[in-house]
């Protein structure tokens, strides 16, 4: 089993940022695909952005230019630095990897980002 912890969520003012942390511990053989989702209220669950273990990279287009993700494969890491947040980026924020040669998904208990004036 995995498990994941995220962080760093809160309440920031349009044009703010914020830098989402998620780890990965527990029975780890080999983390494949890391990525960040993210749900507003009353709405589906959409990709954010995703990030292979080589560093390539994919990012919704709402969100290209503004965020960035990054993942530390030592530490089993994914980050997710948000610049220029909008209200519309207003959402419960989750974590996903990809694990082992089963490529089982595994996700953390979300993070919410609130951005407000």
């Known amino acids: 089993q995995v498990q994941l912890v995220e962080s760093g969520g809160g309440l920031v003012q349009p044009g703010g940022s914020l830098r989402l942390s998620c780890a990965a511990s527990g029975s780890i053989f080999s983390i494949s695909v890391m990525g960040w989702y993210r749900q507003a209220p009353g709405k589906q669950r959409e990709l954010v952005a995703t990030?292979?273990?080589?560093?390539?990279?994919n990012y919704a287009d709402s969100v290209k230019g503004r965020f960035t993700i990054s993942r530390d494969n030592a530490k089993n890491t994914v980050y997710l630095q948000m610049d220029n947040l909008k209200p519309e980026d207003t959402a419960v924020y989750s974590c996903?990897?990809?694990?082992?040669?089963?490529?089982?998904?595994?996700w953390g208990q979300g993070t919410q980002v609130t951005v407000s004036s």
């Open positions: 996903k990897v990809v694990e082992g040669l089963r490529l089982r998904d595994y």
């Open positions: 990030i292979i273990r080589g560093g390539m990279t």
